[in-house]
């Protein structure tokens, strides 16, 4: 954490670093919906996590985003087409379920996807799947199918937890005019 996120944490009455977690495909959102909920909650004064902002060189990025994950008082995850094609993302959606049960706050959010989609698992994450399959399979090797089984199960079974959770769905959202 930089030195200037580590005071105002340490300032700060709240145990906790950040107020708000960004989970999201980069490649999807990044320079788009997320750059603007980002500058948005800072300019209201939240303090955010994005991507690795407040990791420092030569840090265990795994470790390091549990930590920031539990110091966090809420996760968004927005949920996009390519989402679950990042086992990154995938890892971790499964840290924040964990925190959940702790009273951390989840907020799913739909962009460009539809909330049965990812219930469901088809279109996109359905190929999503079939390729993180594939390639653990040929890295772990046929001795390691259930882990293989195990860790994929984990993944489906946290995109499927999340999705009866209360969010936004972006598709449903219309912008009128005021006249």
Known sequence: MSATKSQEASSSASPCSYHVFLSF????????????LY???????????R??????KGEDIKSELKKVIRESRIS??????NYASSTWCLE??????????LGH?????FYDVDPSEVRKQIGSLEEAFTRHE??????MGELAKEKLKD?????????????????????????????
């Open 151 to 179: 860790k994929v199960g984990t993944w489906r079974a946290a995109l499927r937890e999340v999705v009866d959770l209360a969010g936004m769905n972006l598709w449903s959202v219309v912008f009128v005019p005021k006249i």
């Open 92 to 101: 971790e959606l499964v840290m924040i379920l964990k925190c959940r049960t």
């Open 134 to 139: 594939e390639k653990l399979r040929s890295e």
């Open 76 to 81: 968004i995850i927005v949920f996009s087409k």
């Open 25 to 36: 495909r980069g490649d999807d959102t990044r320079k788009t919906f997320i750059d603007h």
């Open 105 to 109: 706050v989840v907020l799913p959010v």
């Open 51 to 56: 991507d690795n902002d407040g990791i420092e």
């Open 39 to 49: 500058t948005a909650m800072d300019q209201a004064g939240f303090r955010t996590f």
